[in-house]
């Protein structure tokens, strides 16, 4: 992936905000510079590994479950200028953190942050997305359960987990096959400069949840 000058900036802009959040948000303890690129931003854009290399030119639909300080969800979307999205948070003052960055950012045409929990999303909500992501909220059956009912059919849900993820997966079969998922794969990644293994775990909705 390549990037230009102009989004450069937006993440150089989007780790000052993060700066400038975290004592109100408690938004993350990594506040390295060095650290932020590598454990936030490029493990976000590593999620992009899960759709097919066409869609990053689409106009997708994303929506980001338990988006947090905007993991994933940022970075996906300003790396992806044709996609839309959704940054869900359960917590008022992430989601409060979330508004303010979509608009210092420049992204207020395209992205919107909510405040809820998936759980709790209205019926009209649910088949509506391309890509749903949630990265570090649970255990990969209860994901299934909150981020699968959203994905349209042929959408996918992008779930990063820890390098163990093959575990979780044989343990969530059920889970996901009720809510329409297909066999789910696992991918696994580095990141740079020694920071540790990765995994996706990437589901193709098949049908509508039983």
Known sequence: MSLSVEQVESFR??????LEGNEAFNLTRITGEREVVVKHFVDSLATLQ???????????????VGSGAGF???PVLLACPRWHGILLEARRKK?????????QLGLAERVQARWGRA???????????DVVTARAVADLGRLAGWTLPFVKPGGRAVLPKGPRADEEVEAAQIAM???GGARPEAVGFELPEGHGSRSLVVIEKQHTEK
């Open 177 to 179: 096959a009720r809510s």
């Open 13 to 18: 802009r989007y780790h000052e905000l993060l």
């Open 119 to 129: 759980e709790e999303a209205p019926r009209d909500e649910l088949g509506r997305y």
């Open 95 to 103: 989601a409060e953190f979330l508004a303010h960055a979509i608009v």
């Open 50 to 64: 899960g759709v097919p290399l066409p869609w990053r030119e689409r106009a997708v639909t994303l929506l980001d």
């Open 72 to 74: 994933p969800g940022i």
